[in-house]
């Protein structure tokens, strides 16, 4: 992203509480990402990003810290060098262990307590078995919160038998809820926060990206409800089938109009109308559930036909996880 684009964003800052420097690509690539940080944080926004982590070297932490980032999430999809090396291809295990030990080596000196420390672990059946383990390993490294995901976006056959979570009537596999169980205990053993994703398909009022709350920017300042709608419009591969291709949703630029104008456009306003169709939906299903439990079969039927979802929406996993 150029600086001109980012200067652009920026000024709606002070309508924002969390700043997330990610997208598709590594921040820690970004020429002026230290800068980007500090305009966040003058603004008093909550600055994040997710990482690789490979270029998370001494230096770059003592900066990170200095500039007063406040959470870093870092990507660490087994806890063997073996798993990890053969999903992350390129990456080395050993480096990335020493540079999270230099990230809190480097907050002791600052006596800083930030950045936050989350690992973020992709579960796939190549990797399940190792989630206890890297509850021990997060535990060493003085991690604050692990963050256990599912492989939701498939554009690939292969990614999706990676997947561990159950479509439709499947069970979910055994050794993923065994592991995920046994990796909750060590948590709390640990104290370590574990958030770990549903295993099961379920409908959510909203997705994931909380496309009411939030807008997700390209690089090049086009708006998108997220970063799934943002980028590229090739089949996804949803519960095991693959779909149409999906169109981008881009809803404007911020370097031709003001964010507030896009997202008053008509489209857009469109676009989330359907999500808080489903957000009064849900509230009042799950009222009228608790007012009479003894109905509740009926109402989910007729629930579950009323609740419509943008139509690029309905083959994201992200708004059913
Ligand atoms: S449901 Fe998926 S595609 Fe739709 S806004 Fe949410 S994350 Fe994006």
Redesign the pocket.
Known sequence: MKWKTYEKISCYFDFVNFVDLSGWGEPLLHKRIYDMIKVAREKKCFVGFTTNGTLLNQSVSERLITFNLDLIAISMDGATADTYESIRKGAKFETLVNNIKSLNLSKQRLKSKKPKVVLVFLMMKRNISELPSLVDLASKLNVDQILVKNVAVTLKTKDDEQRLFSCNEESVAREAVENVEKAKGKARQNGITLNVASLKLRDRPV???D?LKSVYFTWDGYVS??D??AHIDVPRIFCGKREKSVPLRHFGNVQEESLFEIWEKEDYQKFRQLFYKRQRLYNSFIYRALEALVHFQDDRKSFNRNLV??S??RS?H??YL
Do not use: F, K
Request: glycine content about 0%; some cysteine.
């Open positions: 997705c994931l990206a496309p409800p997220c799934s709608l979802a943008p690029v929406c994201c992200y708004l």
